[in-house]
């Protein structure tokens, strides 16, 4: 069956470090890689985007890195910030539209 | 554009009651997403549309859901009966087959 795995459930990490949140799949062949924040009782908000055809991509102080042969996706956040603390969720799309989602990391920046 | 509107924002309910979930996604996006998502689970899809049609309702736990989407402007989610094991925050989600989701801000379930 198919399979997301977000590699922690919760990360702590401090102040002006860089956070790095892995995501591995099985038993899917996503065309895109999503990255998605969500801050308690609020809706995922989309971050980034990176198609299966591409290894990396930047917004600000955002990376993402995407190995469709590794079956990974690695996110970072550089020069943490205390404001960056939330749950940030992996989601990979199909040619057929279709999205799934891990189950999310908690990142706890600390001051 | 005022983003994915969901009703209601919380509903409470004893098992055995019919719940209904509403939604309205974000005007000119033709496809919509409703998603479960509980601690123990995560994010869960449930079933999504594209131009008001259902294209894989596979995520639907039991017959006791069912989902509609009788326009471009609206759909609902139907839980009959509900249980208590249905707690859950509902998410629905519209996209423009651009690569974004957008999500509206759930509508919390609590069935005794």
């Known amino acids: 069956s198919q399979k997301i795995e977000q590699n922690s459930e919760a990360l702590n990490i401090q102040e002006g470090k860089t956070a790095t949140l892995t995501c591995n799949y099985t038993?899917?062949?996503?065309?895109?890689l999503q990255w998605y924040r969500q801050d308690p009782g609020r809706g995922p908000v989309f971050l980034l985007l990176?198609?299966?055809?591409?290894k990396e991509k930047r917004k600000e102080r955002l990376k993402v890195t995407f190995d469709t042969t590794l079956k990974q996706s690695l996110f970072h956040i550089t020069a943490s910030q205390p404001a960056d603390s939330a749950t940030y969720l992996c989601a990979l799309e199909r040619r057929d539209d279709k999205i799934i989602f891990g189950k999310g990391t908690r990142l706890h920046i600390l001051p | 554009d005022a983003g994915v509107i969901q009703s209601p924002r919380h509903e409470v309910t004893e098992m055995g009651q019919e719940v209904t979930l509403r939604c309205k996604p974000i005007?000119?996006?033709?496809?919509l997403f409703w998603y479960r998502q509980t601690m123990m689970r995560g994010l869960e899809l449930l079933i999504y549309f594209n131009n008001n049609v259902p294209i894989d309702d596979s995520g639907m736990p039991e017959d006791r859901f069912s989902a509609k989407m009788p326009n471009a402007s609206f759909s609902t989610l139907k839980i009959q009966p509900s249980e208590p094991r249905d707690s859950a925050v509902y998410f629905c989600a519209s996209y423009a087959n651009t690569g974004e989701l957008f999500f509206g801000e759930g509508s919390r379930l609590t069935v005794l």
């Open positions: 038993n899917y062949s996503p065309a895109y």
């Open positions: 005007s000119g996006h033709d496809y």
């Open positions: 990176i198609r299966e055809n591409e």
